[in-house]
C-alpha cells in the first residue's frame, strides 16, 4: 500500500518537474524569440494607462505575440510590469520579447516632424500645426489673441513670436505644447542676440529688433544679402527716411493682396504702409529666421540708402536717389 503511494508520488513529482522543465524551456524559449513580425516590423502605440497585461493581450489578439501570460511573467521577473512608458513605438523586426520591454521601459517613442519656414505668417503656421495628424489639436476655433492668452503671452502680439526650425515631437504632443516650445526658442534667440547687438543701432529695444528682422526676411532669401539689407534700413531710419519696403504694405493689405501691388496700395494708409508712414511699422510681418535676427542686430556698413530687385533673386543698391531711379528703370520698369 506504501509501496504504492511512494510509486505514484514519485511519478507525480517527476511528471511535475518534466513539465515545469517544459514550462522554464518554453519560457526562456519565448523570451529569445523574435516576434511574429513582417518584414518592416510594426508601429506600436502604448495609451496613457495602458498595463503590461493589457498591452499583452492586446498585442496576442493582434498576432504579434504568441504567448500573452509569458510576456507579463517576462515583465514581472525582470522587474519592469509597472514601468512600461505610453507612446508610439518602432517595433522592428527581429525584436525579442525582452528586446520590446526595453524598448517600452526606454521611452524612446517614434519622433515626428514639423518644420517651420522662415517667413510664414502666424497664420500659416497655424495652418501647419492643424494639418499635422501627430498633433493634438486643442486650440482650434479659436482666436489668435486666445491663443497667446493661452501661452502665458496676452500681452503680445503673436505674429513674428515663433522661431522658424524643424521641431520633432513625439504623438500626442498638444498643439500649445508645440506652439510654447516655438515661442521659447524665439525669445532665447532674441535674449542672447540682443545682449550681443552692435552699436549705436536706432532700436528702443528687442521687439524693434524684432520686426526689423521679418522685414528682411521678406525682403530677400540670398544670406549673402541679408547684412546689406539691414544695413540701408537701418541707415533710413537713423536719417528718418521712410523705409518704403513692400512687404510691410503686403501684410497691411491682408487677404486684399492677389498677388500685384498697384500705385494705388501704396498710398493707401495703413499702419503698416511704410510709403506712408516713417520709422518701423507696430509689429513683425512675418516669422523671422536666427539668420535676419542677426543682420538686424549687425547691420553691415555701407553708404547705400536705396536697393531694387534685379529680377533673379538679388538686389541693386544705390547710394542715390538718382542712382535708385536709374536702376528701377533698368530692373523693373523693363519688363513691363
Avoid: C
Avoid at 66 to 90: D, H, K, M, P, T
Avoid at 204 to 233: H, N, W
Amino acid at each position: 500500500m506504501f509501496r504504492r503511494l511512494h510509486r505514484l508520488l514519485g511519478i507525480l513529482i517527476l511528471s511535475a518537474s518534466l513539465v515545469g522543465g517544459w514550462y522554464l524551456w518554453d519560457f526562456r524559449a519565448f523570451s529569445n524569440r523574435p516576434l511574429n513580425l513582417g518584414p518592416e516590423g510594426v508601429v506600436l502605440e502604448v495609451a496613457p494607462g495602458t498595463t503590461l497585461r493589457g498591452l499583452a493581450h492586446e498585442m496576442r489578439e493582434l498576432e504579434l505575440l504568441q504567448n500573452a501570460r509569458y510576456f507579463v511573467w517576462l515583465g514581472r521577473l525582470e522587474g519592469v510590469a509597472s514601468r512600461i512608458r505610453a507612446g508610439e513605438y518602432q517595433v522592428a523586426a527581429g525584436i525579442t520579447p525582452r528586446m520590446l520591454l526595453d524598448l517600452l521601459v526606454s521611452g524612446e517613442v517614434i519622433q515626428h516632424e514639423l518644420t517651420v519656414l522662415e517667413g510664414w505668417t502666424f497664420r500659416q503656421l497655424r495652418e501647419a500645426i492643424t494639418r499635422h495628424d501627430a498633433l493634438q489639436q486643442t486650440l482650434q476655433d479659436i482666436s489668435d489673441e486666445l491663443v497667446m492668452t493661452r501661452l502665458g503671452k496676452e500681452s503680445l502680439h503673436p505674429e513674428g513670436q515663433f522661431a522658424p526650425d524643424t521641431y520633432r515631437f513625439p504623438r500626442g504632443t498638444t498643439d500649445l505644447e508645440f506652439l510654447r516650445r516655438a515661442q521659447n526658442t524665439l525669445e532665447e534667440w532674441l535674449r542672447k542676440e540682443w545682449a550681443a547687438r552692435a552699436e549705436n543701432l536706432p532700436y528702443d529695444d528687442p521687439y524693434q529688433a524684432l520686426i526689423m528682422a521679418s522685414i528682411i526676411e521678406k525682403e530677400t532669401g540670398l544670406a549673402t544679402e541679408r547684412g546689406q539689407i539691414a544695413g540701408v534700413f537701418v541707415r533710413r531710419l537713423q536719417k528718418n527716411m521712410r523705409l518704403q519696403t513692400d512687404p510691410t504694405v503686403i501684410y497691411g493689405m491682408g487677404e486684399r493682396y492677389q498677388g500685384n501691388i498697384r500705385r494705388e496700395d501704396l498710398v493707401d494708409d495703413t499702419p503698416y504702409n511704410t510709403y506712408t508712414r516713417r520709422g518701423l511699422p507696430p509689429t513683425p510681418i512675418a516669422l523671422p529666421g536666427l539668420a535676419s535676427i542677426r543682420a538686424a542686430l549687425h547691420p553691415e556698413a555701407g553708404t547705400a540708402l536705396y536697393f531694387v530687385a534685379k529680377g533673379d533673386g538679388s538686389h541693386y543698391f544705390s547710394d542715390t536717389n538718382a542712382e535708385h531711379q536709374a536702376a528701377v528703370k533698368r530692373y523693373q520698369l523693363k519688363r513691363h
